[in-house]
């Protein structure tokens, strides 16, 4: 039983120009009635493409079984993967809420140690000026004192010098 060009490219899924040149080039032949054996079809190109075809389709009916769990296994890795990746995304973006809020709390530090270096200052010139207070008012406190002495001191001899003077006779 010969076939056609037609029905050998078809079959065999080659273009007939191919087939041409093949038959012109001398490695595939026809017969008188200008059909091919599909003998030569299967010496020069091989399986024909619709029984690999079938033979697929054959071998995937078998295989469906063992296809569909990989598939749904397949299904499952992706599921867990995408789950995966959501996770992944929330935790990334809690530690970077916490890289912020630790920026904020060093900040706030920051600020309070300026706070606290410039009240540091205003209560050392405080002290300072008030021991200088402090120390002021000490000497006129003496001050007082010892004039007073010197005034004491000054009047009694004042008083023995008259009285030298009036014994001075």
């Given at each position: 039983m010969n076939i056609s060009v037609t029905k050998?490219?078809?079959?065999?899924?080659?273009?007939?120009?191919?087939?041409?040149?093949?038959v012109n080039d001398g490695e595939l032949s026809r017969n008188s009635d200008k059909k091919i054996d599909p003998s030569e079809m299967?010496?020069?190109?091989?399986?024909?493409?619709?029984?690999?075809?079938?033979?697929?389709?054959?071998?995937?009916?078998?295989?469906?079984p063992m296809n569909s769990q990989n598939v749904q296994y397949s299904t499952e890795i992706e599921h867990q993967l995408a789950l995966e990746k959501l996770k992944n995304e929330h935790l990334?973006?809690?530690?970077?809420?916490?890289?912020?809020l630790i920026e904020n709390y060093q900040?706030?530090?920051?600020?309070?140690?300026?706070?606290?270096?410039?009240?540091?200052?205003?209560i050392q010139d405080f002290a300072q000026v008030r021991l200088l207070e402090f120390k002021k008012a000490e000497m006129d406190y003496e001050?007082?004192?010892?004039?007073?002495?010197?005034k004491t001191d000054d009047s009694t001899v004042a008083t023995v010098e008259k009285k030298k003077r009036w014994w001075g006779f």
């Open positions: 050998a490219a078809k079959d065999w899924g080659v273009s007939r120009t191919t087939i041409y040149q093949k299967l010496r020069v190109f091989g399986e024909p493409v619709s029984k690999k075809r079938t033979e697929r389709s054959v071998n995937s009916v078998q295989s469906t990334s973006q809690q530690v970077s809420d916490q890289r912020k900040q706030q530090i920051n600020q309070l140690n300026k706070t606290l270096d410039k009240a540091n200052a205003s001050s007082p004192l010892e004039k007073g002495k010197e």
